[in-house]
C-alpha cells in the first residue's frame, strides 16, 4: 500500500533553517508531483507548494522566498527547505501525492513543526 | 483569510443530507473544472473524498456527491451517518496555484 512519512520536525528559534523529508514507498515515485500542506493549531489547511515530475514548483505567496521543495527520485524523498522561519509558521505539515490537478489521493500523518524562542 | 469562502459549521440528523458550499472567484472556481474535497477528523490527515468537482474516488461511499455552478461548488452528504462527523474542505487549482475554503464544521446532531 502506498506510504508516505513525513519526518524532522522539531522545535527551533524563529530565523533558524529546519528541513522535512517525505519517504514515500510502494508506489513509482518519480511518476508523480508531490505536494506539501500545512495546518497551523486549531486552523485550517493551507497549501504550501509542490514539486512536479521534472522538477517544477511552486509556492504559495507565504512561503515563496523562504521555502524550497525539492526531490530525490532515486531515494523517493520529497524534501521541504524552510529557512528564515517565522512563528507564523507553526504548523503540522504535511506531504501528498498528486494524482491530478488538486487531486492529492494519499496523505502522510504530517510531522510538527514549532517556531518558538 | 481562505481564498475560498464556506460555511463554518452545517449540521443534520442520522438519515438527513446536507450540502456544504464553497465560493471561489473568477480565477478559480469559475475559471477550471479542478475543485476536490478533503474530510479531516479530528488529529487525522485528510481524505479526498470528491475530484475533478464530481468524481469519487474508489472506496468513498456514494453518499457523497460534488457539483459546481459558476464560481460556487458544493458537497452533499446524503444518508448522514455519525462517523461523517469532521472538518470538510474545499480544495481548486487556480493557475498554477492551489487553494484552500476555511473548512466546514460538520456535526451530526
Known amino acids: 500500500e502506498v506510504q508516505l512519512v513525513e519526518s524532522g520536525g522539531d522545535l527551533v528559534q524563529p530565523g533558524r533553517s529546519l528541513r522535512l523529508s517525505c519517504t514515500a514507498s510502494e508506489f513509482s515515485f518519480g511518476y508523480y508531483s508531490m505536494s506539501w500542506f500545512r495546518q497551523a493549531p486549531g486552523k485550517g489547511l493551507e497549501w504550501v507548494g509542490f514539486i512536479r515530475t521534472f522538477g517544477a514548483t511552486e509556492y504559495a505567496a507565504s512561503v515563496k522566498g523562504r521555502f524550497t521543495i525539492s526531490r530525490d527520485d532515486s531515494k523517493t524523498i520529497a524534501y521541504l527547505q524552510m529557512n528564515s522561519l517565522k512563528t507564523e509558521d507553526t504548523a503540522v505539515y504535511y506531504c501528498?501525492?498528486?494524482?491530478?490537478?488538486?487531486?492529492?489521493?494519499?496523505w502522510g500523518q504530517g510531522t510538527l513543526v514549532t517556531v518558538s524562542s | 483569510q481562505s481564498a475560498l469562502t464556506q460555511p463554518r459549521s452545517v449540521s443534520g440528523s442520522p438519515g438527513q443530507s446536507v450540502t456544504i458550499s464553497c465560493t471561489g472567484t473568477?480565477?478559480?472556481?469559475?475559471?477550471?473544472?479542478?475543485v476536490s474535497w478533503y474530510q479531516q477528523h479530528p488529529g487525522k490527515a485528510p481524505k479526498v473524498m470528491i475530484y475533478d468537482v464530481s468524481k469519487r474516488p474508489s472506496g468513498v461511499p456514494d453518499r457523497f456527491t460534488g457539483s459546481k455552478s459558476g464560481n460556487t461548488a458544493s458537497l452533499t452528504i446524503s444518508g448522514l451517518q455519525a462517523e461523517d462527523e469532521a472538518d470538510y474542505y474545499c480544495?481548486?487549482?487556480?493557475?498554477?496555484?492551489?487553494?484552500f475554503g476555511g473548512g466546514s464544521k460538520l456535526t451530526v446532531l
Open positions: 480544495c481548486s487549482y487556480a493557475g498554477r496555484l492551489v487553494e
Open positions: 473568477s480565477t478559480d472556481l469559475s475559471g477550471y473544472n479542478y
Open positions: 501528498t501525492r498528486d494524482r491530478g490537478y488538486v487531486y492529492f489521493d494519499y
